[in-house]
């Protein structure tokens, strides 16, 4: 069997405030293999990013990593000391953000914030280092590399900003690549030029890729495998296929029939009733059952763990034997809510 | 061309907007620099019918905004002219008649963080309109009105007093079309209300906009850069491609058919969740600087279909068949 790139295993988040420690992310564990792209997909304070900030080992104090583990290519990470982890971020992680212009410095040109990626992570030096630069420009679409090398981020636009982002992340051909909202900030023609371009230097690198986005149609395009998540936790991991056309989990569902569709015509929109619970209040049971047009007893009383169904895992007592209340499981598992 | 069997409630009229990006006088005399001018939006003519939503669509730098801006008098056009009800929108006129057209057109922006002032509570931001137009006679009355609209977009009256950081995004966009209800208008402009929403309360807001125009007969202005939201709500669409309307056609048409090159390729680059495997044409380039746009047709250097003449002449937009305009040589010569 592969070894995955990335193993995360029962990764806990907290922010301790003054009045009370709030858990961001609560028992998440996935894995990534090489070459394989995971879609990671929730609203607003789901704790997509969170995750993502968690695995470069980057979360601001007081938040800490309160529980759990993250292994990279089978060795721990989350213990590391400071420089152990700053040896890792840029080289063996890469790290790609929704605005190009936070990983870019504007008072360097393009081609000297690149040879200054690539010479901290290897050995070469002068011309070699050029070339080697100019290539990954070349590689990640930007006309006339050599010429544009000596430009400053101002003179790109957005679309080929994001471009050198990614050539930045890939500078020394990392094992993992995080892209957080990479195109969110991007107009919809060059959105499909980066997803496309994400997809092909993934597969050509073997590099894992963790896309953390809102945006299903993203994941959609570009994923193998999605994670949902939901107030801090996965509620729903497999195929993107499978999750998309046929989601199990209730919050999968509704937040898949809210999004607009170019076939959809005049209908109205499926509604998730209320909102997101705020990280101070998460309901018990299952963080999704106030919303849930589907509760049933044990709902509000147990949490449901994420276990296997079909193809994909999910965390919903629809699909698995309820502890007390086995009972009131209802006949149906499938079929439209 | 016949008669409509019922005016339009919005007309616009070779709208254009140009603004001026020069540096300061001073810069430009010393280091010799010419007068630079952005062509926002240029030949825009369209009309919207009463109860009917008439989306616009297009990238960043589309001109989009600056057409809903002109459209409600926030910002006044370098050529054509706006009429709501054949009443000229930008024309001198007196105060009450202005104000008269005023209380009619709404807007509703798409930062429900930015556009709703922190230090006022809800139910005086909903009230300021009433006060404003008159509409109520007394402060009872007012408030009875406030907490009936504040109901009308699914919020609890009792809410009232709270300030807009107590409200979620959702909550706070709910808020921002309630005032804009204050004052019973018959047309509401919205640039991009929901995009920066998360989609599940984008869903609730856009399913709340069409019942709240069915229920009063509402006409919708409504700006995207979306194409799906825009096919939930339109029913007709314009595409605008750097400040000007490329097509513009009934939404079921512009979706089953779109004509335009540049429509063509904004519909293929919408991400596919029915993940039916379609085989996407890759996209060429981005959206040229409005600065300095390209000559003809201003789409011709990304575009498939683009010869000779599209390098020199600029198409209009005229109705080559009953499908609607498109302003395209390629299509007009029936290339494509």
């Not at chain 2, 339009?8 to 254009?16: H, I, S």
């Not at chain 2, 007093?161 to 709910?174: A, D, E, L, N, V």
């Not at chain 2, 929403?197 to 995207?224: C, E, H, K, P, W």
């Not at chain 2, 047709?297 to 305009?325: I, M, Q, Y």
């Amino acid at each position: 069997m592969t070894q995955p790139v990335l193993s995360v295993r029962n990764l806990r988040v907290e922010f301790p405030t003054r009045r009370a420690r709030l858990v961001a992310i609560d028992d998440v564990s996935f894995d990534i293999l090489p070459g394989e792209v995971l879609g990671m997909v929730g609203e607003s304070g789901a704790g997509k990013s969170v995750t993502g900030t968690a695995i470069v080992g980057l979360i601001e104090p007081p938040g800490r990593i309160a529980g759990g583990e993250i292994f990279l290519s089978g060795v721990r990470i989350d213990n590391l000391d400071p420089p152990a982890m700053r040896r890792i971020r840029g080289k063996r992680i890469g790290m790609v953000f929704q605005d190009p212009l936070t990983s870019l410095d504007p008072l360097y040109r393009i081609g000297e914030q690149l040879t200054e990626t690539i010479a901290t992570h290897s050995d070469l030096r002068g011309a070699a280092l050029r070339e080697r630069a100019i290539a990954l420009l070349s590689e990640v679409g930007i006309p006339a590399p050599a010429h544009r090398f000596d430009n400053y981020p101002h003179q790109f636009s957005g679309g080929m900003r994001q471009r050198v982002v990614l050539a930045l992340a890939l500078a020394a051909d990392p094992e993992l690549v995080i892209a957080d909202e990479p195109t969110t900030a991007l107009d919809v023609s060059v959105q499909a030029q980066i997803i496309e371009l994400m997809k092909r230097l993934a597969r050509r690198h073997r590099a894992a890729i963790l896309l953390i986005t809102h945006d299903m149609g993203v994941i959609a395009e570009a994923a193998d495998r999605v994670a949902v998540m939901y107030a801090g936790r996965i509620v729903e991991i497999g195929p993107v296929r499978d999750v998309v056309s046929a989601p199990l989990h209730p919050y999968t569902r509704g937040l898949m029939g809210s999004i607009p569709k170019l076939d959809g015509g005049l209908d109205r929109l499926v509604q998730i009733p209320g909102s997101m619970p705020r990280l101070t209040a998460i309901p018990p049971g299952c963080p999704f059952h106030p919303r849930c047009p589907r509760v049933f007893a044990p709902c509000p009383m147990h949490r449901p763990e994420l276990r296997p169904h079909a193809k994909a895992q999910v965390a919903c007592w629809l699909y698995h034997p309820a502890p007390s209340a086995q009972s009131e499981k209802p006949a149906t598992l499938a079929g439209p809510p | 061309m016949t008669v409509a069997p019922a005016a339009p409630l919005v007309r616009a009229e070779n709208l254009g907007r140009i603004f001026d990006v020069s540096s300061p006088w001073l810069t430009r005399v010393l280091e010799g620099l010419p007068r630079q001018v952005v062509v926002a939006v240029a030949d825009m003519s369209f009309e919207i019918a009463r109860k009917e939503t008439l989306a616009l669509v297009g990238e960043s730098g589309s001109g989009k905004s600056t057409v809903a801006k002109m459209v409600v008098g926030l910002v006044p056009p370098t050529t054509g002219e706006v009429f709501i009800d054949a009443m000229p929108m930008h024309g001198r006129r007196r105060g009450a008649e202005r104000r008269r057209l005023r209380r009619r057109i709404q807007m509703v922006f798409q930062d429900p963080y930015a556009s709703l002032n922190p230090r006022w509570r809800a139910l005086d931001i909903v009230a300021e309109p009433i006060r404003a137009f008159q509409l109520a006679a007394s402060r009872p009355e007012t408030a009875a009105r406030v907490g009936e609209l504040l109901r009308l977009v699914g919020l609890d009256p009792a809410d009232g007093g709270k300030y807009p950081h107590q409200f979620s995004g959702g909550q706070r966009q709910r808020i921002a079309i309630a005032r804009a209800l204050a004052s019973e208008p018959a047309f509401v402009v919205c640039d991009e209300p929901t995009s920066a929403l998360d989609v599940s309360v984008q869903a609730q807001i856009l399913n709340l906009m069409r019942d709240l125009q069915d229920r009063f007969g509402l006409t919708y202005l409504f700006i995207s850069h979306n194409l799906a939201v825009v096919r939930h709500m339109a029913h007709r669409i314009g595409v605008m491609y750097l400040g000007r309307l490329v097509e513009i056609a009934a939404a079921d048409a512009l979706f089953r058919a779109p004509r335009h090159p540049y429509t063509r390729m904004l519909l293929d680059a919408v991400p596919d969740l029915e993940m039916s495997g379609r085989q996407r044409k890759p996209v060429e380039g981005e959206v040229p600087d409005p600065v300095d746009p390209p000559k003809g047709c201003s789409f011709h250097p990304r575009c498939p279909f683009a010869d000779d003449r599209c390098k020199t002449e600029r198409p209009a937009l005229v109705a080559w068949n009953a499908a609607g305009p498109v302003a395209c040589h390629a299509v007009e010569e029936g290339r494509i």
